[in-house]
């Protein structure tokens, strides 16, 4: 993972273990009003309880087996690795794109981030500068050429 994704798998984290006070004190809250089998405050907060352990759970582990790659340390000798930021040309539309290649769990289209995982990221890796890649999606066959290889952290957001 990148280091921005690393970062916000820390916050998310942080703001999961601050809400489970206030899930143990609604659970205590709830116990109080009486007979726990039809009590439907107490069987929500036990269920939110569940929810956000489950998710913390799944963070810690993340981040316990992840390997942070900052792009920014690794010399750019123009091929496309992971976390690196790429400005493609549609060969048939003349269009121009830029994705970062970025873990499953940063992937954001609307950010031009994409899984190395999708069709587009590994069609891309090991690629430099220059040359033309076919990427089959499933509106068939595009033809890239990969114009510029940078090794830089984009939309911070």
């Known amino acids: 993972m990148t280091v921005r994704g690393e970062a916000q798998l820390r916050e998310e984290l942080g703001r999961l273990l601050k809400r489970r ?5 609604a659970i205590a809250e709830a116990r109080e009003l009486g007979d726990l089998k039809e009590n439907a405050e107490y069987h929500a907060a ?3 309880q569940g929810i956000c352990e489950a998710q913390i759970r799944d963070i810690e ?3 316990s087996v992840a390997q942070v790659i900052d792009i920014t340390k690794i010399q750019n ?3 496309v690795i992971f976390a690196s930021t790429v400005w493609l040309i549609n060969c048939e539309t003349d269009e121009k794109v830029t994705y970062q290649i970025v873990g499953d769990d940063e992937a954001d289209i609307k950010k031009n981030r994409i899984s190395v995982n999708s069709p587009i990221a590994r069609g891309l890796i090991g690629k430099e500068e220059g040359d033309e ?3 089959v999606t499933p509106g068939g066959i595009k033809i890239f050429e990969i114009d510029t290889v940078k090794y830089i952290y984009t939309q911070e957001s």
């Open 61 to 63: 582990y993340k981040l």
């Open 21 to 25: 006070p206030i899930i143990t004190q």
């Open 77 to 79: 000798l123009g091929k």
């Open 46 to 48: 036990r269920e939110d």
């Open 133 to 135: 890649v076919a990427i």
